[in-house]
């Protein structure tokens, strides 16, 4: 008599046949890895003052750059109107050739914004089609979307706010926003992916949760990367050329005629302090969640020491060097990565049966 087919093990009935978790996955890493592309670029922008080349928000047209010499001068006379050009550039002597440079890196950051988009929108409607998301992460999904179009307002916010009356830069309000939020969508979107591996290998696995530690740990992390935005959005990082000592003493001298409130949230040698020393409250933080996440996973325990480790190094290097274009956008580029192995590693802490 034939023995009759055994049946699939019950939890494999929570997964519908057609979802695939580990695709979406892969998806999700290379939208990361493009994230971590658009803040690297970002990071050229600001560090070249490229940032208020491109005087208009046009989502779709202008993704297209100037093709001929009367599209090019067109773009140059309105760039010429703003408060940068007349009272910074404009005087320094810039060229239309000088004019060009600062206008690709600008324009490369929008195109890369826009290939994100469609990198992400166009395989979730794919997806969504195939009946190919597992339960419950359809909300989540759409929330990506919804976060990364929130980010390129936040984008257009941080430009028109250097475009007004005679202002030469931009907000480092709007600046930090902006590339937080863009760092939040990076952590967000290597968790999906995370949970999505994870539920490929052990069908009907719950997603992670953020625990009470690892919040305390984000947020110590969080402040850092909020004194390193403002420290580029008021070009703080040209403060001192020497470490560990600013002007020679360890503490700077700063503005206080208008407040306290005011010294920490504008005066650029107080944040350039804070941003430095605050470093080692957050290398503590790492230490702990390194240690806790060693048992479960060595391999993220050790991307998250070899992440901050680089990236003391570099920010030190970044000082040393008077704000090199090319150290200091590794810096960056490394706090970008460093944002995806604490995510990692608090994911690993966050694991349920």
Same mark, same amino acid.
């Given at each position: 008599?034939?023995t009759?087919?055994?049946?699939?093990?019950?939890?494999?009935?929570?997964?519908?046949?057609?979802?695939?978790?580990?695709?979406?996955?892969?998806?999700l890493w290379?939208?990361?890895?493009?994230?971590?592309?658009?803040?690297?670029?970002?990071?050229?922008?600001?560090?070249?003052?490229?940032?208020?080349?491109?005087?208009?928000?046009?989502?779709?047209?202008?993704?297209?750059?100037?093709?001929?010499?009367?599209?090019?001068?067109?773009?140059?006379?309105?760039?010429?109107?703003?408060?940068?050009?007349?009272?910074?550039?404009?005087?320094?002597?810039?060229?239309?050739?000088?004019?060009k440079?600062?206008?690709?890196?600008?324009?490369?950051?929008?195109?890369?914004?826009?290939?994100?988009?469609?990198?992400?929108?166009?395989?979730?409607?794919?997806?969504?089609?195939?009946?190919?998301?597992?339960?419950?992460?359809?909300?989540?999904?759409?929330?990506?979307?919804?976060?990364?179009?929130?980010?390129?307002?936040?984008?257009?916010?941080?430009?028109?706010?250097?475009?007004? $009356?005679?202002?030469t830069?931009?907000? /480092?309000?709007?600046?930090? =926003? &902006?590339? !937080?939020?863009?760092?939040?969508?990076? #952590? @967000?979107v290597?968790?999906?992916?995370?949970?999505?591996?994870?539920l490929?290998?052990v069908?009907?696995?719950?997603?992670?949760?953020?625990?009470?530690?690892?919040?305390?740990?984000?947020?110590?992390?969080?402040?850092?990367?909020?004194?390193?935005?403002?420290?580029?959005?008021?070009?703080?990082?040209?403060?001192?050329?020497?470490?560990?000592?600013?002007?020679?003493?360890?503490?700077?001298?700063?503005?206080?005629?208008? $407040?306290?409130?005011?010294?920490?949230? /504008?005066?650029?040698?107080? =944040? &350039?302090? !804070?941003?430095?020393?605050?470093a080692? #409250? @957050?290398?503590?933080?790492?230490?702990?969640?390194?240690?806790?996440?060693?048992?479960?996973?060595?391999?993220?325990?050790?991307?998250?020491?070899?992440?901050?480790?680089?990236q003391?190094v570099?920010?030190?290097?970044?000082?040393?060097?008077?704000?090199?274009?090319?150290?200091?956008?590794?810096?960056?580029a490394?706090?970008?990565?460093?944002?995806?192995?604490?995510?990692?590693?608090?994911?690993?802490?966050?694991?349920?049966p």
């Amino acid at each position: 008599m034939a023995t009759p087919a055994s049946s699939p093990p019950a939890a494999s009935a929570t997964l519908p046949a057609s979802a695939r978790p580990a695709a979406l996955a892969r998806w999700l890493w290379v939208v990361a890895w493009l994230i971590v592309a658009i803040v690297i670029v970002g990071g050229i922008t600001r560090l070249t003052e490229s940032g208020l080349s491109i005087t208009e928000w046009k989502p779709v047209t202008g993704a297209i750059p100037p093709l001929n010499e009367a599209q090019w001068q067109a773009e140059f006379q309105a760039y010429q109107q703003i408060g940068e050009y007349k009272h910074v550039t404009g005087p320094a002597g810039m060229t239309l050739a000088d004019y060009k440079f600062i206008y690709f890196w600008e324009w490369a950051h929008r195109l890369i914004g826009r290939l994100i988009g469609l990198a992400f929108a166009l395989p979730l409607a794919w997806f969504w089609i195939r009946g190919a998301i597992p339960a419950g992460f359809k909300p989540r999904l759409v929330g990506l979307l919804a976060l990364g179009g929130l980010q390129g307002a936040f984008g257009w916010f941080m430009v028109r706010s250097g475009l007004s $009356g005679e202002m030469t830069d931009v907000s /480092h309000f709007w600046l930090s =926003i &902006h590339l !937080l939020t863009a760092l939040f969508t990076l #952590a @967000a979107v290597v968790w999906t992916a995370l949970d999505l591996r994870r539920l490929a290998r052990v069908p009907g696995a719950r997603p992670a949760r953020l625990g009470g530690a690892s919040a305390a740990i984000a947020l110590v992390v969080f402040v850092q990367l909020l004194l390193g935005a403002w420290v580029a959005g008021l070009n703080a990082g040209h403060a001192s050329d020497t470490w560990p000592l600013m002007q020679g003493r360890l503490v700077p001298e700063f503005d206080l005629s208008r $407040g306290l409130g005011w010294a920490l949230t /504008h005066d650029p040698f107080l =944040i &350039h302090f !804070l941003h430095r020393w605050w470093a080692w #409250a @957050a290398v503590a933080a790492l230490v702990v969640l390194a240690r806790k996440v060693r048992p479960f996973d060595r391999r993220a325990s050790i991307a998250i020491h070899a992440a901050f480790g680089l990236q003391i190094v570099l920010g030190i290097a970044t000082v040393w060097t008077g704000v090199s274009l090319w150290v200091a956008t590794a810096h960056q580029a490394v706090g970008a990565l460093l944002v995806m192995a604490a995510a990692w590693g608090m994911h690993v802490l966050g694991r349920r049966p």
